[in-house]
């Protein structure tokens, strides 16, 4: 197809997807002539990518390193999960200190050191706010937050398709990140549910 | 206090402090004459919450509205949730197909009728990012999502401080923006531990 059909078919304007092309995050398409080439599925697939990572708030170069693990993908598991977390975690400084993220990794049964650091970092940050807040997570809702999150880490990684590794890396990738705002969302409605059952709908 | 000590206790530029003043983000402090005057440990508190929310990403516009709901907090506990979740809640476009988000609450037994808006279109919009990535959350996955997060927000509502309005509003407003940075940390970092217990610690 060509370049105004893509544009069509993936809700994404010409001159955006050119700045795709420039950028390297789409490959280019078949040349047809020497001013026109065409598209396939793959573009509009990777468009789709693209655009929905933007959407997340994910930088161009979030979006490179995510191209990038789908175009090279590591053959370990555990690496291709480890890079597809990296591609769409923000670097955040590291000189935190990183005593209580640890403490909370091993309830979760894990061990900090063979997490990868920008992780525990994210965690130590997170930590560090709710300190500045003077905020205390209450111990069992702390305990809640690690026994169904690890939950719902295992549900996700054994549901880890394995027909290809393409699929893997666009599921982990996508899942990492993508699946983030979904998360937060449920969450909040979830709270929402459990003050209505607890005191009535509305009072005004 | 004066403003310079209030500065170092808080750890804000007292720029920025006569910034918050100027917004009414921070209650003026007491004259003790002209130019000068006396600022109390609340004014401590309220900069921690200031700074933790605007480090959690929260615009001004948010900030004022935390504020709002701290100085004027709703008498019904229902109401108090939803001002609280509403004033750290991005404001999303409604005009989206909510009837997935709708099949989602019930299946968490909620009532999408009875839940703030704003919160049914954030699930609505979340889901719709996976659906133009063309990423699907299998059906095991989601129930996971959907079982973890609602005992996650019936341990966090469970824990609610009922010592105070001022006690509840604190804890509802940063627990629901300032410890979603935390969830995900804890996702993520679930996801590796779940990884390395799968997959073994790293190939090369």
Redesign the interface.
């Known amino acids: 197809m060509r370049i105004s059909e893509l544009s069509t078919q993936a ?1 994404v304007p010409v001159a955006t997807i050119k700045y795709y092309l420039r950028e390297k995050l789409l490959p280019e398409g078949e040349r047809t002539s020497p001013t026109q080439a065409s598209y396939g599925v793959a573009h509009v ?1 990777r468009l ?2 693209i ?3 933007v ?2 708030g994910v930088g161009i170069a979030g979006v490179r390193k995510v191209v990038g693990v789908l175009e090279e993908p ?6 291709l ?2 890079a597809a ?1 990296a591609a769409v ?1 923000p670097v955040v400084a590291a000189d935190i200190d990183l005593s209580a993220a640890t403490a ?2 091993e309830r ?4 900090a050191e ?3 650091p920008d ?2 970092a ?2 130590a ?3 560090a ?2 300190d ?4 205390t ?2 111990e ?2 702390m ?4 026994v ?12 880890t398709p394995d027909r290809s590794i393409e699929d893997a890396v ?2 982990v990738v ?3 990140a ?27």
Chains 1, 2 share one sequence.
């Open positions: 809700g697939q789709g990518v655009r929905a990572l959407d997340a590591p053959a370990n598991p555990y690496d999960l480890g977390n975690t909370l990794l979760m049964g894990g061990d063979k997490c990868f992780q525990v994210a965690v940050h997170a930590l706010a709710l500045r807040a003077g905020f997570v209450p069992r809702v305990d809640a937050y690690l169904h999150l690890s939950a719902i880490a295992e549900a996700e990684l054994a549901a666009r599921y996508l899942g990492t993508l699946v983030e705002p979904l998360i937060l969302a449920l969450r909040r409605v979830g709270e929402q549910v459990a003050a209505s059952r607890r005191f009535g709908p509305s009072g005004g």
